[in-house]
């Protein structure tokens, strides 16, 4: 992912009122990214439990979405649609997205289930047990990497063009 302003989160979202994106907070550990190891941008607000963010590039510009988390908790240990790892270190979580433009604005949003701090992109970054001899693990990674991409990339897009 390349590398963003705080001025260029804060315009990047779609899905935001302009109170919204002023009042939103960065993640503590902004200055220190590694955005070479990042697919896209994803936080909790530390001061907004429910409240999470993510911004991920769609046709080259930077599209962020703002989150909510869902009431209620799954039965079972559900799978991250995004980075669908089966061996998360991490709890997954039910968030609603409102869309963009007049569908949001009417209320419509659209749900995924996703890892509860936004983690895939360290998830499918970290190497699996070999499941038989002669596994390419770098090519497993890569694409694990390439899928966790399109997941984030048609989640934006339905977000940003109002689809369900």
Known sequence: MLPLTEQQIRSSFINASLRERKSLTLPSNFDELSW??????????????????????????????????????????????????????????FFNAKQAGPAGRNGDTISTLVCEKFECSVNVRTPQSLPYVGFDRDAAIAHRIQVLQDHVQNFTQRVRDGEK
């Open 36 to 93: 070479e190891n990042l697919d896209f941008l994803g936080w909790r607000d530390e001061k907004l439990p429910l409240i999470g963010y993510v911004v991920a590039f769609l046709d080259g510009e930077p599209v962020g979405i703002m989150f909510r988390k869902a009431d209620g908790k799954t039965r079972n240990r559900p799978q991250c649609s995004w980075c669908e790892d089966v061996n998360l270190p991490n709890d997954v979580t």
